[in-house]
């Protein structure tokens, strides 16, 4: 084995691949997560004993600590999309990071790399962004050398973006976008869990780097093309951001009445985000910088979303079927 290294939230969507490369780079891994009883599959990463899920609460000193002793790297993959409960941005993405990064430096850790987002920045409109851009001052405050990666929008088997607009199709004859024309530069999971492999196993210098996929689209776009390839026919309708802000309010209400039982659609927060493009800044270092080539959507997206065609997996027999009928 080389050496061990604790991934916080590895076994979350990013955070799984990161683990699945370290272990086949023969890395003991040790799966900080909230709920370990649901991470078992990580497990089968490796072989018996290689990786393991353990207890970790980023909210408390003493958990974190445990789950940083005898590491020789440490890997930050937590975050929150939107807040619930306890889990709040300053708890999760300010303070959360800081803590794995002041208890990484008092137990020696060699190297420690941080996911954070594209946008993050102190002076948004977005608490979201901004407590990411806190949350890299943390840990920077503390492991002066750490690798921080930004990826932008992420898309994979388990991805919820991509998924979660693909299932509204099969219901909906309308797909409301809020920030329609705002611009992303989708990058697969994978690509960035290879950027925090070499990272953690001391393969790229310290710094930020800004993770972008090799191609640019709005809002609207990806989602016609997320049409195309489920070969539905939907009605896409750009919404302004006060529709934005009003649906926000609405939905935030229904789920306090309910309890969280319902969830908002949108939050006012993710509205404000949405204001701003999540594409790679000029002059950044990102994927070419670490010698890796990221893969466009095309190539991906096809071998996930098919499940939400008209037939599933029979579309394209069907369809084929169809074309031996009129000849």
Request: charged share 20%; hydrophobic share 45%.
């Amino acid at each position: 084995m080389t050496g061990l290294v604790t991934i916080f939230g590895g076994s979350g969507f990013l955070g799984r691949y990161i683990s699945r490369r370290l272990a086949h780079q023969g890395w003991r891994v040790r799966v900080a997560c909230r709920r370990p009883e649901e991470a078992l599959f990580v497990r089968t990463y490796g072989v018996v004993g290689q990786v393991e899920p353990i207890f970790c609460n980023i909210r408390d000193d003493d958990s974190v600590r445990a789950a940083l002793i005898g590491a020789d790297a440490v890997v930050n993959c937590v975050g929150v999309l939107a807040e619930k409960g306890r889990n709040t941005f300053h708890a999760v993405q300010e303070e959360g990071p800081e803590r794995i990064a002041r208890l990484a430096a008092e137990e020696g850790v060699a190297r420690m790399v941080h996911v954070s987002a594209i946008g993050a920045d102190e002076e948004s409109p977005s608490e979201y962004a901004r407590s990411k851009a806190a949350g890299e001052a943390g840990v920077l405050r503390h492991m002066p050398d750490a690798v921080i990666l930004r990826p932008s929008i992420l898309f994979g088997a388990e991805d919820a973006f991509f998924n979660r607009f693909a299932s509204m199709a099969q219901v909906s004859p309308v797909i409301p976008v809020v920030g329609a024309n705002a611009k992303f530069q989708p990058v697969h999971v994978d690509d960035v869990a290879h950027a925090a492999e070499l990272a953690a196993t001391g393969k790229a210098a310290p710094g930020t780097y800004e993770l972008g996929g090799p191609d640019t689209h709005t809002f609207r776009e990806l989602i016609v093309q997320m049409l195309r390839m489920i070969r539905r026919r939907r009605l896409v309708i750009g919404l302004p951001f006060g529709v934005g802000r009003l649906m926000a309010g609405i939905g935030g209400l229904v789920q306090a009445l309910s309890l969280g039982l319902v969830r908002a659609p949108i939050t006012a927060d993710q509205v404000a985000n949405l204001q701003s493009d999540n594409v790679v800044g000029t002059g950044a270092k990102g994927f070419a910088d670490l010698d890796i080539s990221p893969i466009a959507m095309e190539a991906v997206l096809p071998d996930y979303l098919w499940r939400f065609r008209p037939s599933g997996q029979y579309l394209a027999i069907k369809e084929s079927a169809r074309n031996l009928r009129r000849h």
